[in-house]
């Protein structure tokens, strides 16, 4: 992706999957600890993984453990999210961002740039 911020979403049937991308134009994130949030209509942004700076250490909230992983690859300054087997429930718009302070399952420690990439996921 040249342009920073995320892309990558779509509207999808039930099981079906996605892949999310962030990137940074004009800054770099290598190495910084990164996360993916979502935020549905109504809701708080909530979170969804953590990784890294380096990548080899990541975590998931308990409703995307065994569905989604976070990975990165910081030689070209990207962020990604895969998608498998999809909910309803996943239905968000959905952001990455930099940590920066605090508690790292917050997204009040982080720094957001993009304006987030729609996931629906139909019945």
């Known amino acids: 992706q040249v342009q920073m911020g995320e892309s990558g979403g779509g509207l999808v049937q039930a099981g079906d999957s996605l892949r999310l991308s962030c990137v940074a134009s004009?800054?770099?994130?290598?190495?910084?600890?990164m996360g993916w949030f979502r935020q549905a209509p109504e809701k708080e942004r909530e979170y969804v993984a953590v990784?890294?700076?380096?990548?080899?250490?990541?975590f998931y909230t308990d409703d995307v453990r065994g569905r989604f992983t976070i990975s990165r690859d910081n030689a070209n300054n990207a962020l990604y999210l895969q998608m498998n087997s999809l909910k309803p429930e996943d239905s968000a718009s959905y952001y990455c961002?930099?940590?920066?302070?605090?508690?790292?399952?917050?997204?009040?420690?982080?720094?957001?740039w993009g304006q987030g990439t729609q996931v629906t996921v139909s019945s």
């Open positions: 961002g930099k940590w920066i302070s605090g508690n790292t399952y917050l997204p009040t420690s982080y720094h957001f």
């Open positions: 004009g800054r770099t994130f290598s190495e910084d600890i």
């Open positions: 990784i890294s700076g380096s990548g080899r250490t990541t």
